[in-house]
């Protein structure tokens, strides 16, 4: 679709900006206002330059967290987009099938953070949990508060659990935009489920693919509330991600100037990361459509 | 592609002459291979379930039957632990705190998405592009990072503990969101509408109200059902902006653990009532929802 | 305001990043760009070129001061050549 040029079109915008302005610049501008100085109280403080930001880059504790956070958004990557994609096509198409399982499916996006936390908490718990409890029966010393690895799997398996039906939805509706004459096509080639799968299948999914892997990284990214009620980031510091050590940091001990300086890093980091996959997809749909693309 | 649709028959009869597998077979195969995928999906949402079905046989026992044996559905079923959240104000009211700011923040985030997500997907401007990736860029801002600062902006405009407060903050990544999904719908309409629409001697407000948004209802569901999600299932910020007039469920829910012990019944319960108005949603959107998970582009 | 804390520093940044995008908005309307490949790999626009140098610019900076006992102004000149070659090749 050609689009018109018509600079009026910011008045359209003009009342989403300013609300999200009032909600994005001026706490952003207080940020790097406080990760400059030290903050130790309204009227005590001192100017500090970028000192906070060389703290914050050498700290072992952060770079740890960071560390972490990388493995660990990988992972779930890993694991969740083919598992999305996997149970996208074995999804029922239509019918009431269909809508019970999309109903069915969804739930766990719905589902409050923290409650989130609270469920797998209960769950894995020895005592009263069934996963934990039978892990036990079976004979394996499943400790979550105790034991790094075993904190580190389930708090995987419970980010699997959480966001695989994204991925999942995504490429459903992806799926579901394939005309069926592709599949009677493949059917008269007698292609095999692999072919139909590689060339019908996974071209179509790559658009969404790509929506699905940038909202992942970025939920995985800040995941904090989850964890948190999980395992507080224990055992020892084992689970501690990148938003809970800043949360820790700004709340817990009202350092406000390095956690400000954390946070800027933080957020280059993200908005470095988004820009490449914001620039990917925008050119995938250009050279696809090369008048459509927003 | 679309001669193959008009061969599909000749096809068929083609692989009936040349397949070494007889249809039946085929069908056969066909049904194994169905029932295989089937099961899997079945084990999956088994597996899915179990957590939540696990919240739920907890929410029905009391707290001694809890701690006492382990049973795989509730022996002596109770309702005490739902009767005590609806009779309890302290508890119920953090409920009505969620919906209504999470209402509130439908309806802000819908009025100012719809038109910027009509400029987005109809006009090119300056700075077009760069705006919309800055929006995008708040969807990915960590909350974590703007705790302090909205604490400060909000206190000194005087919205500390109101659910105003929480609406407008979940603008910050709601009302990207909704330009999003709602731009990729708007963009799937033809333009001629909108054209024929001024030619007719429809002014821009009437076209928008009367014509244009009953064209994209679909998307309009899809995008509320988005808006409900991600604002009812925050609560770093809800938590962070609210003291007592305004808190949300989420953060009553941790008042269990009392000096006595957690009281597991009553978070159990909690939690499952936290669960439901997404249920509620999720129904009424169904036969949509799988459009808007594309984002309206496919 | 005063919870915002500013400094004279921070606040010449936030007016610099300003005025950026105030000229950025009169070049626009004086001359529109036009997409353009250059030495990146993909054709940008004058202002997808500022973003670029922007933030490559941010990096610059953090490496600087995290790493290196250099002087931040080093980093800053650096920075300026560096947006200043990008706006220009690429």
């Known amino acids: 679709m050609n689009k018109v040029h018509n600079n009026r079109a910011w008045l359209l915008v003009l009342p989403m900006l300013i609300l999200v302005a009032f909600s994005a610049i001026v706490p952003l501008m207080t940020v790097v206002n406080y990760s400059v100085q030290d903050v130790l109280g309204a009227n005590a403080r001192f100017f500090t330059g970028t000192e906070w930001f060389k703290t914050m880059l050498n700290d072992p504790g952060l770079q740890a967290a960071f560390l972490r956070q990388i493995v660990f958004s990988l992972t779930i990557l890993a694991i969740q987009v083919p598992l999305g994609i996997g149970i996208a096509l074995i999804m029922p198409k239509r019918g009431w099938q269909a809508s019970a399982v999309l109903i069915l499916i969804t739930l766990p996006l719905l589902i409050p953070w923290n409650v989130v936390g609270s469920i797998w908490q209960i769950f894995t718990r020895g005592d009263i949990g069934l996963m934990g409890w039978g892990l036990r029966q079976l004979g394996v010393d499943y400790n979550i508060t105790r034991n790094g690895t075993d904190a580190w799997l389930t708090i995987i398996l419970m980010d699997v659990w959480h966001w695989t039906p994204l991925v999942a939805m995504l490429c459903y509706s992806g799926l579901r935009s394939i005309p069926e004459a592709y599949y009677q096509a493949a059917r008269i080639d007698r292609a095999s489920k692999w072919a139909v799968f590689r060339y019908i299948q996974l071209p179509k999914l790559t658009n969404v693919l790509v929506i699905a892997v940038l909202l992942r990284f970025m939920h995985s990214f800040m995941i904090y509330a989850e964890p948190f009620v999980l395992t507080g980031g224990g055992p020892g510091s084992s689970t501690t991600f990148l938003s809970q050590s800043l949360a820790t940091m700004a709340i817990g001990q009202q350092d406000l100037g390095p956690s400000a300086a954390f946070s800027i890093i933080y957020f280059l980091v993200i908005l470095l990361v988004s820009w490449v996959f914001y620039t990917t997809i925008m050119h995938m749909q250009k050279d696809r459509n090369p008048q459509g693309g927003a | 592609m679309s001669y193959q649709l008009d061969n599909v028959q000749q096809g068929e009869k083609y692989n009936n002459i040349f397949s070494r597998i007889t249809p039946a077979q085929r069908r056969k195969r066909n049904t194994r291979s169905r029932l295989r995928s089937r099961l899997l999906l079945g084990l999956y949402l088994v597996l899915m379930i179990l957590p939540i079905y696990w919240l739920l046989n907890m929410s029905l026992q009391t707290n001694s039957d809890i701690l006492g044996s382990m049973t795989m559905w509730p022996e002596n079923i109770t309702f005490d632990n739902y009767i005590g959240i609806f009779t309890n104000s302290s508890w119920y009211m953090g409920y009505v705190n969620s919906i209504a700011y999470v209402l509130m923040n439908m309806l802000i985030t819908i009025c100012v998405a719809l038109p910027a997500a009509y400029a987005f997907s109809r006009y090119s401007f300056i700075g077009d592009k760069h705006l919309f990736f800055w929006l995008l860029t708040n969807l990915m801002a960590p909350p974590a990072v703007f705790l302090l600062p909205y604490f400060q902006l909000y206190y000194s405009v005087g919205l500390f503990d109101t659910h105003i407060a929480v609406a407008l903050a979940h603008c910050l990544f709601n009302i990207p969101l909704a330009i999003w999904i709602l731009e990729g719908f708007m963009s799937s309409v033809p333009k001629e509408i909108d054209e024929t629409a001024y030619i007719d001697g429809y002014s821009f407000p009437k076209f928008f109200v009367k014509i244009f948004i009953p064209m994209i209802s679909s998307g309009i569901g899809v995008t509320l059902f988005f808006l409900f999600m991600f604002s009812w299932v925050e609560l770093l910020l809800a938590r962070t902006l609210t003291s007592t007039g305004a808190q949300p469920i989420g953060m009553i829910m941790t008042r269990t653990s009392t000096a006595s012990g957690i009281d597991w019944g009553t978070l159990a319960a909690a939690g499952v009532l936290t669960i439901l108005p997404g249920i509620l949603v999720v129904y009424f959107v169904r036969n949509h929802i799988a459009k808007g998970f594309a984002l309206g582009r496919t | ?90």
Do not use: Q
Request: hydrophobic share 60%; net charge positive.
């Open chain 3, 1 to 90: 305001m005063s919870w915002m804390v500013w400094t004279v520093p921070t606040a010449i940044f936030f007016s610099a990043i300003a005025a950026m995008l105030a000229g950025m908005t009169v070049w626009e309307i004086v001359s529109p760009t036009i997409e353009r490949k250059g030495f990146l790999p993909i054709s940008t626009t004058r202002g997808d070129r500022l973003f670029v140098g922007l933030l490559s610019a941010a990096f610059i900076h953090l490496g600087v001061i995290g790493y290196t006992s250099l002087s931040i102004w080093l980093a800053l000149a650096a920075s300026l050549v560096w947006l200043l070659v990008l706006m220009r090749w690429g």
